[in-house]
């Protein structure tokens, strides 16, 4: 077994070097426990993280998840103090370009701005006329409903004119697998020790809880805890462990492609380019470094989603047709935009949530914890989940009930109480956008 040698015995597993795994990983090492990470994979972030937009926003739907975002921006701020180290072979980095978002029709903002003027998350309420002078590139018109290439409408003029929020302490991490390799390092600081090549294949119990896992190697790996943090991998995990049966929330893999395309004067990173969600025509796309834009999509209803039950099988290439509805609708949105000859991007999976709020929980099988569902939303949240998920399995290895009783976790920048309850595999259906902007 790769690098584990005579780790049979540890205090905490964590399936899963992600993002967000690694970062369980260094909470749970600061928390003093003996931690071993098992990643099928040949490295840190090297999963769904390293397909990531990296984008860090805070225009969620729920009081939760936007005290969320921004309680683990501040750490994204100054990361050296948040990893305690600086990593040797190069620190990931935020970028602060600003978010414009585009208010369209069951995407207006007030859900979110009540919550952002009582947490001091600073923003402007653009009308239609300073939207159209501040972002000349942009044609601010409303062509809402996103409609598909193949609809006769898809063409048709605006009907009006758009108002937008503009969100100026939002950026994206110039480098999401990076971010993950720095967790990881300052986690091994704290003593954790991380296994790649080495593939889960098991969950092991006896009656009282979890008692580890088996890797397919067939080497055994021996804990009280066993964390899930296996990204679209993780409903398999959650099957292998048998703890899908009290989930009243499910999640799986969704297909998702992301593309990149030459960014037009005006809307360069060095243009002071804002990161733009454009819910009325159905995507987002920023700029990035080297002059191109990074475009996704946001499930629009007239897109069809392609759910994945092995994400093994799945195709790491963009298709023809979704670049093209891509590239067509930033055109809309950007008339100086000039599309390219031929697609450049990628295919990743989301590991969608029904409500596209994440997982953050305990389960069923005492001992085995699970961070879920992240949705294609959560990669901004990675050093506060790490934080969430050391808190939950604190208390419920130290005997608290936190399904009765839900932990609440204190915002360390905003002294807020952030209710983990708003997490729980078990909780009803938040009411969200319904789309990965949560
Ligand atoms: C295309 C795309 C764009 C995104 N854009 C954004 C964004 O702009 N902003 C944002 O906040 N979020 C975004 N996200 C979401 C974010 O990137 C993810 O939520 C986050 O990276 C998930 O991290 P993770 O550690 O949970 O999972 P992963 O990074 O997928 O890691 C899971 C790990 O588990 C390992 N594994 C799986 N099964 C096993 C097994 N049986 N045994 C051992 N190891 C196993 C895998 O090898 C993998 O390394 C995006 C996601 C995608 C796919």
């Given at each position: 077994?790769?690098?584990?040698?005579?780790?049979v015995?540890?205090?905490?597993?964590?399936?899963g070097?992600g993002?967000?795994?690694?970062?369980?990983?260094l909470?749970?090492?600061?928390?003093?426990?003996?931690?071993?990470?098992?990643?099928?994979?040949?490295?840190?972030?090297?999963?769904?993280?390293?397909?990531?937009?990296?984008?860090i926003?805070?225009?969620?739907s729920?009081?939760?998840?936007?005290?969320?975002?921004?309680?683990?921006?501040?750490?994204?701020?100054?990361?050296?103090?948040?990893l305690?180290?600086?990593?040797?072979?190069?620190?990931?980095?935020?970028i602060?370009c600003?978010?414009?978002?585009?208010?369209?029709?069951?995407?207006?903002?007030?859900?979110?701005?009540?919550?952002?003027?009582?947490?001091?998350?600073?923003?402007?309420?653009?009308?239609?006329?300073?939207?159209?002078?501040?972002?000349?590139?942009?044609?601010?018109?409303?062509?809402?409903?996103?409609?598909?290439?193949?609809?006769?409408?898809?063409?048709?003029?605006?009907?009006?004119?758009?108002?937008?929020?503009?969100?100026?302490?939002?950026?994206?991490?110039?480098?999401?697998?990076?971010?993950?390799?720095?967790l990881a390092?300052?986690?091994?600081?704290?003593?954790a020790?991380?296994?790649?090549?080495?593939?889960?294949?098991?969950?092991?119990?006896?009656?009282?809880?979890?008692?580890?896992?088996?890797?397919?190697?067939?080497?055994?790996?021996?804990?009280?805890?066993?964390?899930?943090?296996?990204?679209?991998?993780?409903?398999?995990?959650?099957?292998m462990?048998?703890?899908?049966?009290?989930m009243?929330?499910?999640?799986?893999?969704?297909?998702?492609?992301?593309?990149?395309?030459?960014?037009?004067?005006?809307?360069?990173?060095?243009?002071?380019?804002?990161?733009?969600?454009?819910?009325?025509?159905?995507?987002?796309?920023?700029?990035?470094?080297?002059?191109t834009?990074?475009?996704?999509?946001?499930?629009?209803?007239?897109d069809?989603?392609?759910?994945?039950?092995?994400?093994?099988s799945?195709?790491?290439?963009?298709?023809?047709?979704?670049?093209?509805?891509?590239?067509?609708?930033?055109?809309?949105?950007?008339?100086?935009?000039g599309?390219?000859?031929?697609?450049?991007?990628?295919?990743?999976?989301?590991?969608?949530?029904?409500?596209?709020?994440?997982?953050?929980?305990?389960?069923?099988?005492?001992g085995?914890?699970?961070a879920?569902?992240?949705?294609?939303?959560q990669?901004?949240?990675?050093?506060?989940?790490g934080q969430?998920?050391?808190?939950?399995?604190?208390?419920?290895?130290g005997?608290?009930?936190?399904?009765?009783?839900?932990?609440?976790?204190?915002?360390?920048?905003t002294?807020?109480?952030?209710?983990?309850?708003?997490?729980?595999?078990?909780?009803?259906?938040?009411?969200t956008?319904?789309?990965?902007?949560?």
């Amino acid at each position: 077994m790769h690098e584990v040698g005579d780790l049979v015995r540890a205090d905490a597993i964590v399936i899963g070097a992600g993002v967000i795994g690694s970062s369980v990983a260094l909470e749970l090492a600061r928390g003093g426990r003996d931690v071993v990470v098992v990643d099928k994979g040949p490295g840190a972030g090297a999963g769904s993280t390293s397909a990531s937009s990296s984008i860090i926003r805070y225009s969620y739907s729920t009081r939760d998840a936007i005290l969320t975002a921004w309680e683990a921006a501040q750490m994204w701020f100054d990361w050296e103090a948040h990893l305690g180290a600086v990593d040797p072979d190069g620190m990931a980095r935020f970028i602060e370009c600003g978010n414009l978002i585009l208010r369209t029709t069951g995407y207006d903002g007030t859900a979110i701005t009540p919550w952002w003027d009582e947490f001091d998350i600073p923003y402007e309420d653009l009308d239609a006329a300073t939207l159209a002078a501040r972002f000349p590139m942009l044609d601010v018109g409303k062509y809402y409903p996103p409609k598909r290439l193949d609809d006769p409408a898809f063409a048709d003029d605006a009907v009006g004119e758009l108002t937008a929020l503009y969100s100026p302490r939002c950026g994206f991490i110039d480098d999401p697998m990076l971010s993950a390799k720095n967790l990881a390092y300052a986690a091994r600081l704290h003593g954790a020790r991380f296994a790649f090549r080495c593939e889960v294949v098991s969950v092991e119990r006896d009656s009282v809880g979890v008692t580890g896992v088996t890797l397919a190697s067939g080497d055994s790996l021996v804990a009280p805890v066993v964390v899930n943090v296996g990204g679209p991998h993780s409903r398999i995990i959650n099957e292998m462990a048998g703890v899908t049966d009290d989930m009243a929330i499910g999640h799986r893999a969704l297909r998702q492609e992301v593309f990149t395309a030459p960014a037009p004067v005006g809307l360069r990173l060095e243009d002071g380019a804002p990161f733009v969600s454009d819910l009325d025509v159905g995507q987002y796309f920023r700029p990035q470094i080297g002059g191109t834009l990074l475009l996704g999509g946001s499930e629009p209803e007239c897109d069809e989603l392609h759910w994945v039950d092995d994400p093994d099988s799945n195709s790491d290439y963009p298709t023809v047709e979704v670049w093209e509805t891509a590239m067509m609708r930033l055109a809309r949105r950007v008339p100086e935009f000039g599309v390219p000859s031929q697609p450049t991007g990628l295919a990743a999976l989301y590991d969608a949530s029904d409500d596209w709020v994440p997982i953050y929980d305990r389960s069923s099988l005492h001992g085995f914890f699970m961070a879920c569902g992240t949705s294609g939303n959560q990669f901004k949240n990675a050093p506060i989940a790490g934080q969430y998920m050391r808190e939950i399995i604190d208390a419920t290895m130290g005997g608290h009930d936190h399904d009765a009783q839900p932990v609440q976790f204190h915002g360390a920048y905003t002294g807020q109480m952030i209710d983990l309850g708003a997490f729980s595999r078990r909780r009803e259906k938040a009411v969200t956008s319904g789309t990965v902007m949560g």
